[in-house]
């Protein structure tokens, strides 16, 4: 998942920055309203973006606004001081999707963009594919050529995030974050299991091995060649 986050404190935009990376999104950073807005209509397709209300240039919300008019529709998440219930109106009246008011906490923050992200996707998302392994999101099924495979929720879970991030590490703390929502302790061999469970029914039964197990770092699913 990628999100551009336009945020003017230096130190905040360091610490958004290094919290959502390590929860595993793709972040670009700037600092100003003409930066969000050219970076947001270019051609990289953010899945969701992070405005700041106070961002020198353009205001974020003006931001916001003029996307809408220009037809994008990625969803935008506003940060902002102001508490008022007008300015609460006039956020979401410019097309924001949701504000969070600072201070906040990043584990809500990183919540709301995934809710967002999730919302967003909805029934367009299309089927992941990696050779003859297809998940499909929207039904929850999961084949290898003709044969259906049964997972638990939380193996497919895993499988999606790997699928999703197929030529990259996925780290034990982003499965851990994004499929148990840190309910559990990366000192667990609770993934491990699962992942071995993953293993015994798409690739033992196919003769094939699809998950790259990086030790000490997490898994990654190559795409097919």
């Known amino acids: 998942m990628r999100v551009l986050v336009a945020e003017d404190e230096p130190r905040l935009a360091a610490l958004l920055d290094q ?4 929860a595993g999104w793709q972040v670009e950073v700037v600092g100003d ?8 209509l270019g051609e990289t397709a953010y899945d969701v973006l992070l405005l700041d209300w106070m961002l020198p240039g353009l ?14 529709r990625t969803p935008v998440l506003m ?14 009246e410019a097309g924001a999707d949701d504000y969070l008011v ?18 967003a996707a909805g029934d367009d998302e299309q089927p992941l594919r990696v050779g003859d392994l297809v998940l499909d999101p929207a039904s929850r099924r999961t084949t290898r050529g003709e044969v259906e495979i049964e997972l638990s929720a939380r193996e497919f879970d895993i499988l999606r995030l790997l699928m999703e991030r197929a030529g990259r590490l996925v780290t034990r703390f982003t499965i851990l974050d994004e499929v148990w929502d840190g309910e559990t302790d990366l000192r667990s061999n609770v993934i491990d299991v699962h992942v ?30």
């Not at 930066?35 to 947001?40: G, I, L, R, T, V």
Request: glycine share 10%.
């Open 59 to 72: 205001e974020g919300v003006t931001v916001c606004r003029r996307l809408r008019e220009a037809g994008v």
């Open 102 to 119: 600072k201070p906040f906490d990043l584990d809500e923050l990183i919540a709301r963009l995934r809710a967002l992200h999730r919302r």
């Open 19 to 22: 919290s959502l990376t390590e």
């Open 196 to 225: 071995a469970g993953l293993r015994a029914k798409i690739d033992r039964p196919f003769g094939t091995s699809t998950i790259t197990t990086l030790r000490g770092a997490g898994y990654r699913i190559d795409p097919a060649p």
């Open 33 to 40: 309203g003409r930066a969000a807005y050219s970076a947001a």
């Open 79 to 92: 940060l902002t001081a102001r508490t008022t219930v007008p300015d609460r109106v006039a956020g979401l």
